[in-house]
């Protein structure tokens, strides 16, 4: 694969906003439904996969592998999750704003020598960065020039990042546009804890939700059950991220501490920060007639018209899905361990999203 192909992996693999797909009819049992979309994922070119599900009271976590049994993840293995970590990085937020330490529609504020860029009537505030419509590209424009192919994000620093805002053009005024970017969630993670993202989102997140294989730091333990990343059927190395990690460049996780984590968004007056959580779900921006944004969740509906609440993400190796129904008490969380691209057959998802949206919308449906 070539240098070009590998750094549009960069663009394209930490988030993409897609709207959900068809729903499927509802068959079987959970354990059996469960083991239907993990085939089909495995049809779908996945080396392996893990997927859990909330359905009310019943709880369902399973893996399958093109190995085998054997070598099939489980509630335990440790994939990277990609931008479903924009949801933690907005948790934090929620947390702050209810605590009264911020607001918001406070301006994004960052020390001397990082110039936040402006364009229109009004600055850029830490509700446009959690709701992407601050205006900011995608990326930094000076973050893929000297960027190793395969782990794009780790040579950034922080003088880095200085300059490239310097070098920064709006897309469009802040507070008017829908425009996905994980610079901008890279930058509100910075706003709440200015080179220390990664302590402030186990502090106020991560810890008190007792997800502890959810980390930027990769723990021997962890290391040990860590399924291989896959880039067109090459093993890949992980992506890593020191700056713009806010933006879930460089999260570990796992199908157990995702479970726990849809487990509160489902039940968040259960959980160490209701208020916080329901702030995230509520909506906070209207991007087209069909989607919302809350703080990092996307608002849409299934096909049948019921309220749906997701996000995607995915690293050079690996690709994840996770969405839920309030209304039903039903969440999906589906990980793989490859890359993957949108297909113009699947209405442009990514067949992790395709898969997470249409086993959420039989569980619902039936």
Not at 288 to 295: P, Q
Request: proline content about 6%; charged content about 20%.
């Amino acid at each position: 694969m070539n240098r070009r192909k590998l750094l549009g992996v960069a663009t394209a693999a930490a988030g993409v906003s897609l709207l959900p797909g068809k729903a499927m009819a509802a068959e079987g049992d959970l354990a059996a439904r469960v083991r239907r979309y993990l085939d089909r994922a495995l049809e779908k070119g996945s080396p392996s996969v893990v997927c859990g599900v909330i359905r009310g009271t019943q709880e369902y976590i399973a893996g399958a592998s093109r190995k085998g049994r054997d070598a099939a993840p489980d509630r335990r293995t440790v994939f990277q999750l990609g931008s479903i970590g924009k949801t933690l990085t907005a948790t934090a937020l929620a947390r702050a704003v209810n605590a009264g330490t911020v607001r918001l529609d406070a301006p994004l504020t960052l020390p001397p020598g990082f110039t936040v860029p402006g364009q229109g009537p009004r600055r850029i505030t830490l509700g446009d960065l959690a709701t992407h419509s601050s205006g900011l590209p995608q990326l930094p424009p000076n973050l893929l020039a000297e960027a190793d192919p395969y782990d794009p994000y780790a040579h950034y620093t922080l003088d880095d990042l200085a300059a490239g805002l310097a070098r920064t053009t709006l897309l469009t005024d802040p507070g008017t546009t829908y425009q996905y970017s994980n610079f901008g969630f890279g930058l509100l993670g910075q706003a709440l804890a200015f080179d220390g993202v990664d302590a402030m989102v186990r502090r106020r997140v991560t810890g008190p939700l007792r997800l502890s294989d959810t980390t930027t730091e990769l723990r021997p333990d962890m290391a040990a059950r860590k399924a291989v990343g896959h880039l067109a059927g090459e093993a890949v190395p992980d992506w890593h991220d020191h700056v713009l990690s806010g933006a879930g460049t460089s999260l570990y996780s796992t199908a157990g501490d995702m479970v726990r984590f849809l487990r509160a968004q489902l039940r968040p007056e259960r959980s160490p920060f209701g208020d916080a959580i329901e702030l995230t779900q509520r909506p906070h921006f209207t991007a087209t007639e069909h989607l919302r944004l809350g703080l990092g969740w996307h608002l849409s509906s299934l096909s049948d018209g019921r309220p749906m609440t997701w996000h995607n993400g995915g690293t050079g190796g690996f690709s994840t899905c996770t969405a839920f129904s309030r209304r039903s008490g039903t969440a999906v969380v589906m990980m793989v361990n490859t890359f993957s691209e949108g297909n113009e057959a699947d209405g442009g998802l990514r067949p992790v999203d395709s898969l997470t949206f249409g086993l959420l919308s039989e569980l619902v449906g039936s």
